[in-house]
T-cell receptor
Framework: AQSVAQPEDQVNVAEGNPLTVKCTYSVSGNPYLFWYVQYPNRGLQFLLK??????LVKGSYGFEAEFNKSQTSFHLKKPSALVSDSALYFC????????????FGKGTKLSVIP | ETGVTQTPRHLVMGMTNKKSLKCEQH?????MYWYKQSAKKPLELMFVYNFKEQTENNSVPSRFSPECPNSSHLFLHLHTLQPEDSALYLC?????????????FGPGTRLTVT
């Protein structure tokens, strides 16, 4: 069975500082990995995905994520946080050897402090 | 975000009411999804339609009844709901089910069952 964990319910970071939102996964085959962001009263917006190839994936709004197979992690990063980055972030995984379903983490609330 | 629309945005209903949620996607996708989002819990996949055929039903109670008349429209019919069904219901679409395709989400319907 596939699963994903976001170990932090909340991450606080000062504006201008680098940010990291952590995600680890468990699959039996190879993973497809996704990050989504949810702003208040909105649906989820796709940020980036890892399918294959370069372990460093660049996405929307200056976000990037690094796939680390040995640590089964896919942490989301941004070099310089903006107040407007404050939102709920979800990591999701699909196991290529398993079901077509996406499994989402519980989400991490990111607060960027001015 | 106008690619996937949902109506109504807010709904309050009693346990004996019957109501329907509507989702429409303008992206030319062939797969559509219903998710339930409750506070502090991962997104729960409820139903999947791929090319208008239901391919997933994740043990959802029969008081939730989906309908997909075409690839652009998805409905969720509700009847005799329970207070614990109060949640944000999200619709999503993707090019096809599974594989590397990311999902695009609507803004959700905030449902309150009284």
């Amino acid at each position: 069975a596939q699963s994903v964990a976001q170990p932090e319910d909340q991450v606080n970071v000062a504006e201008g500082n680098p940010l990291t939102v952590k995600c680890t996964y468990s699959v039996s085959g190879n993973p497809y990995l996704f990050w989504y962001v949810q702003y208040p009263n909105r649906g989820l917006q796709f940020l980036l995905k890892y399918i294959t190839g370069d372990n460093l994936v660049k996405g929307s709004y200056g976000f990037e994520a690094e796939f680390n197979k040995s640590q089964t992690s896919f942490h989301l990063k941004k070099p310089s946080a903006l107040v407007s980055d404050s939102a709920l972030y979800f990591c999701a995984v699909r196991d290529l050897a398993g079901s077509y379903q996406l499994t989402f983490g519980k989400g991490t609330k990111l607060s960027v402090i001015p | 975000e106008t690619g996937v629309t949902q109506t109504p945005r807010h709904l309050v209903m009693g346990m004996t009411n019957k109501k329907s949620l509507k989702c429409e996607q303008h992206l030319g996708h062939n797969a559509m999804y219903w998710y339930k989002q409750s506070a502090k819990k991962p997104l729960e996949l409820m139903f999947v339609y791929n090319f208008k055929e239901q391919t997933e039903n994740n043990s959802v109670p029969s008081r939730f009844s989906p309908e997909c008349p075409n690839s652009s429209h998805l409905f969720l019919h509700l009847h005799t709901l329970q207070p614990e069904d109060s949640a944000l219901y999200l619709c999503a679409s993707s090019q096809k089910e599974g594989d590397s395709y990311e999902q695009y989400f609507g803004p959700g319907t905030r449902l309150t069952v009284t």
